[in-house]
């Protein structure tokens, strides 16, 4: 068996975004298993922009509490079962877990755990990205949400991200002119190149309400956002009527040190009777395998393009996570251990 | 035939809060009638605070054109025909319609206007207040987007106002806990006295979030936002899960000269899986019978109180008008002429 661990800690508190410093790789015992207690091995750790709220010491929510300080990061992690003393896992299954940046992982099994498909599909990465939480993000929230019909435009912030790069393919599969926002030339060339968005708006150009309008010369029918932010007053200006704003995520302000400023034209949502959806993707639990079929399906087909940003070993997780808040990645990060 | 008109224009583009020098009254003629026309005698002027956008030389939204100036007010009117060369009309129907604030009114027919049921109900100014597009607000915006189930609790800004009024009381007949926001200790009292309201926020005291945590001891599920502006982001502090916003009006920022800043904290819609719903009632016109009836019914069986702000006379529109933005209406304000 064995008996030694490596984990990355919380060495200090992201002041703003969260710099490489802020996490230090341990080495940690691994605990002897009690009764009720597994042994996992984590494959592969899934970097979520969202947990840096959780870094500060007050992160203001209650959707988890505060991370301590020297202890190993709380995240999201692909795991496999290697010893069991618990009734309902058995050595070899895989799991999706909310487990530390660590190798190891010794725990009683409780509700942050969700099992993989009997037959998973391949690379298992996936169940972190397009058919974990980012990709059902992207599907949950233009199915149950966007309600997106032929010949709408869906703009999408953060469009190279996780959830953005599944979220313009599902809009064109839903028949709709995708239009992404991503910082830079080369990541807008991408967008349009690799993931086959219809057109691209880059977010360090000047003229920002200008470069929507050319983008989106019919208005925008759902805006999918997920940096949150200043942005969003910029496209509120430009919905359509009956648009739908989707807030998947706010990567702007997880790092923000002081609150960014609210849109200040909301009412642009009363005269183009249009609605704003916040939605949670792991409340969908029960219905993720039914979105995997459908996922699966697409991307067998060729109609999904996957693109994951990967790196490799403990000592590259907290690179990784950094990564994310300088928009080095394009798609989902993940770290294979 | 009368000849004689008296109209109210508008003397000066607001600057802020609209003040009675604004308005003038001015006698007019009145056109003699060409074919395709109607002649109606306006009985009552029903008084909107959106309508203050539109005093604006530029009013930010496409809903409807600038008024010009010195010309007369445009605004909703309780009207019955008098001559018609309409083969639509006849003499003696009644018609709501976004007619000018004058006594008489010359006008081609077109889509402005809607008509009364064949048997109108008693009294005929309802129909600008709560079986008009104001109650209909309240009617339409809880039960399409706001889905208030019982034990809930609905917060209503602008509580003794024309819709926030109706509002209440269609909440507690869900069996909900209404909780209306208003300003001073003698609207609040006139809420929970006169309407029914569970508890009253009094706007003016100085911890908000204090006061809304003491009448709204488990949170809010719905909030009827009838004001816009900054009192948002202090619900949306509060806000359950599976909250619904409901943007209906937004009388802090009609007036205001700046843009009013926006909720700092829009990504609690996201944390708590929440929603915002814009609406315009108008556009529900074809089930606005179906609602009168049940709104009607309310009625009968007390279940409803209407509190009416009634003034008589054109001279006292531009009066009337003022008073909605210093909180001197109870009820829907109307002008009988």
């Known amino acids: 068996?064995?008996?030694?661990?490596?984990?990355?800690?919380?060495?200090?508190?992201?002041?703003?975004?969260?710099?490489?410093?802020?996490?230090?790789?341990?080495?940690?015992?691994?605990?002897?298993?009690?009764?009720?207690?597994?042994?996992?091995?984590?494959?592969?750790?899934?970097?979520?922009?969202?947990f840096r709220n959780w870094m500060d010491e007050d992160s203001g929510d209650n959707v988890l509490p505060a991370m301590p300080l020297g202890e190993p990061v709380m995240g999201l992690t692909l795991s496999q079962v290697m010893e069991s003393q618990h009734p309902d896992y058995q050595p070899g299954e895989y799991l999706m877990a909310r487990f530390a940046w660590e190798?190891?992982?010794?725990?009683?099994a409780g509700d942050f755990i969700s099992r993989l498909p009997s037959k998973p599909r391949d690379p298992l990465s996936h169940y972190l990205g397009v058919l974990g939480d980012t990709g059902l993000s992207a599907y949950f929230g233009l199915t149950d949400h966007g309600r997106v019909q032929t010949g709408e435009t869906v703009l999408v912030s953060a469009a190279a991200g996780a959830v953005g790069s599944i979220a313009g393919q599902i809009a064109r599969i839903h028949g709709a002119r995708a239009v992404g926002i991503a910082s830079g030339a080369e990541k807008c060339a991408q967008l349009i190149d690799v993931l086959g968005y219809d057109a691209a708006v880059d977010r360090t150009q000047a003229d920002i309400d200008a470069a929507i309008e050319r983008a989106c010369p019919n208005g925008v029918d759902v805006y999918f956002d997920n940096v949150g932010g200043p942005l969003l007053e910029h496209v509120l200006d430009q919905i359509n009527e009956d648009a739908r704003i989707l807030l998947c995520g706010a990567v702007a302000s997880y790092s923000a040190t002081e609150p960014l400023p609210g849109p200040r034209n909301l009412f642009q949502l009363t005269t183009k009777h249009a609605s704003m959806h916040g939605f949670m993707t792991h409340l969908q639990l029960p219905r993720y395998d039914e979105a995997r079929d459908v996922l699966g399906g697409w991307i067998d087909a060729g109609r999904i393009t996957v693109p994951e940003h990967r790196l490799e070993g403990i000592d590259n997780v907290g690179r990784a996570f950094c990564d994310l808040f300088r928009g080095a990645n394009f798609g989902k990060s993940v770290v294979a251990l």
Request: hydrophobic letters at 40%; proline letters at 11%; charged letters at 20%.
């Open 103 to 108: 190798e190891h992982t010794v725990t009683d």
């Open 1 to 50: 068996m064995t008996t030694t661990n490596h984990a990355v800690v919380l060495a200090a508190r992201p002041n703003g975004a969260p710099v490489e410093s802020d996490f230090r790789v341990e080495q940690r015992p691994i605990p002897p298993l009690a009764p009720g207690q597994i042994l996992c091995r984590n494959l592969f750790i899934s970097l979520d922009a969202g």
